[in-house]
């Protein structure tokens, strides 16, 4: 596990794209790996805002988690679980596990009491994770009902 640099964007491309094409079969229509998937992550991964995480086995990016503050509602005390995507080959490999503990650690460092992440309302592959993984339904909702958000307490 080490923070991501702008380096890492092609393998962290490779994941996202593989496990969005994976896990959202039926809820979102397939992404490419090409030069403009890679080049959004070079940015995102050079973005000041969000602190990026790798998990990798040998040489290659098999998971990556982000962390901030809250984009949605702001709220000073209030961190956010960016994006967390785990190689389809890593699957049901504690990759995801470590990846949200070091999710988790890093937000409380920053000194943030609770944390909220949004995911598609539809997909329970995520909500069975993020529930084994201590967080809970809000019952938050935005694009019409499309997203969900979870909250998780991070002290006390």
Do not use: K
């Not at 785990?86 to 990846?99: D, E, I, K, N, T």
């Amino acid at each position: 596990m080490r923070e991501a640099t702008p380096a890492d964007a092609e393998g962290v491309a490779r994941v996202y794209v593989e496990s969005w094409n994976a896990g959202f079969t039926d809820l979102m229509p397939p992404r490419v790996l090409n030069a403009a998937q890679i080049a959004r992550w070079s940015r995102d991964l050079d973005a000041e805002l969000v602190r990026w995480w790798l998990a990798e086995s040998g040489e290659s990016v098999v998971g990556f988690v982000g962390t901030g503050p809250s984009r949605d509602p702001v709220d000073p005390d209030l961190g956010e679980v960016d994006t967390i995507a785990v190689a389809p080959s890593a699957w049901r490999r504690g990759v995801g596990r470590r990846l949200m503990d070091a999710a988790l650690a890093d937000l409380r460092g920053g000194g943030y009491g609770q944390a909220i992440l949004w995911t598609l309302a539809d997909y329970e592959r995520a909500r069975t994770f993020y529930e084994a993984t201590g967080w809970h339904p809000s019952g938050e909702v935005r694009d019409s009902g499309r997203e969900i958000a979870f909250r998780r307490v991070l002290v006390g």
